[in-house]
C-alpha cells in the first residue's frame, strides 16, 4: 500500500514521520509531504490561507493519484482540499478533522474541542456542523497559542503541555467523554512531548494525525476489496471531463487570479 501524508502548508508536524513509523502496517509504505514549493505559510488558520492551500493541496492530490499512490491523508484538521479532490480523483482521501470527529463519536456520547485561539474554533465548527456531529460536542476550548507558534522550536512544549493539560480540565468539566485537538501540530506536540503527563485526563484523547492515517489505510483496504472509495450517485458526482480538462488547460497556460488583478491595479496606478 501506498499512501500520501501531505500537509496542506509549508512545514510538517514534529516528529510526524516518526509517529508514522511507528503506526504504520508493515505493507504500508507511506510519504510526508507539504506544499511549500506553492504556499509560504506554515500554517492555514484564516480563511484566505485555506483557499490558496485548498488549491495547492487538490492539484498534489490529482498528482498522487497519477503516481500510483493508492490513498492519500491531508494532515490537517481544517480538511483543505478534502470535498474538493474527492471531485476529482478515485483513490481514497481522508482528512484529519473528518477521520477523528467520526472516530470519537463512536468513543462516547459527547466530545469536547480543544483547539486555538479565534477564528479556529468556528471554522472547525463548522466542519463538525457540517459532518453532521455539532449536537456530539460538549463544548470547545482554546489555548492561547496560536497555531504557527506551538512548533517546539517557537515556543517550549512545556509551555504547551501546561496550556493543554488545563484546558482539557475544562474539558471535563463541560461534560466530555473524549477529547480531539482541533490541531494536528498540537496533536505531534503532546504525542511527541508530553502523552504520559496527559493521562491524568481521564478520558481518550485523539490524536488527529493517528486517526487519519489509520483510516487511510482502512479506507485503500476498502477500495481493495471492491468497494467504491466514495459514492457518485450525490454529493460527489464528478463534472464532465471535457470541463474538468478545459479547466486544467486554462490555468496551465494563463496568469493566476492574483497576477492578473493584481498586475492590472498596479499597471493601472502607474
Not at 476498502?222 to 457518485?232: A, D, V
Request: charge should be negative; proline fraction near 7%; aromatic fraction near 8%.
Amino acid at each position: 500500500m501506498k499512501l500520501l501524508v501531505l500537509n496542506p502548508f509549508s512545514a510538517t508536524e514534529p516528529g510526524a514521520e516518526d509517529l508514522y513509523a511507528k503506526i504504520a502496517r508493515p505493507d504500508v509504505d507511506f510519504k510526508v509531504e507539504n506544499i511549500k514549493s506553492v504556499y509560504p505559510l506554515d500554517y492555514v488558520t484564516w480563511g484566505y490561507n485555506t483557499l490558496k492551500a485548498t488549491n495547492a493541496t487538490v492539484e498534489r492530490i490529482i498528482k498522487a493519484e497519477d503516481e500510483g499512490y493508492d490513498g492519500v491523508f491531508i494532515s490537517c484538521v481544517y480538511d483543505p482540499g478534502l470535498y474538493e479532490s474527492r471531485h476529482v480523483v478515485d483513490i481514497p482521501v481522508c482528512g484529519a478533522m473528518e477521520s477523528s470527529v467520526l472516530a470519537v463519536s463512536m468513543m462516547g456520547k459527547k466530545f469536547s474541542l480543544l483547539t486555538l485561539p479565534p477564528p479556529v474554533p468556528q471554522i472547525e465548527t463548522a466542519l463538525i456542523e457540517r459532518y453532521g456531529l455539532i449536537d456530539r460536542m460538549a463544548s470547545v476550548r482554546y489555548i492561547d497559542i496560536i497555531a504557527n507558534k506551538l512548533y517546539p522550536e517557537v515556543t517550549k512544549p512545556s509551555i504547551v503541555r501546561d496550556k493543554t493539560i488545563a484546558a482539557m480540565k475544562q474539558c471535563l468539566e463541560d461534560g466530555a467523554e473524549v477529547i480531539l485537538p482541533g490541531c494536528t501540530i498540537l496533536g505531534a506536540v503532546m504525542t511527541q512531548y508530553f502523552s504520559e503527563q496527559a493521562k491524568e485526563v481521564p478520558v481518550p484523547i485523539i490524536d488527529p494525525m493517528v486517526v487519519g492515517f489509520k483510516m487511510s489505510e482502512m479506507m485503500v483496504d476498502m477500495h481493495r476489496l471492491g468497494f467504491p472509495t466514495i459514492s457518485r450517485a450525490g454529493l460527489w458526482k464528478k463534472q464532465p471531463r471535457e470541463e474538468f480538462e478545459r479547466l486544467r488547460e486554462h490555468f496551465m497556460q494563463n496568469p493566476s487570479a492574483e497576477q492578473y488583478y493584481q498586475g492590472l491595479s498596479k499597471r493601472a496606478k502607474r
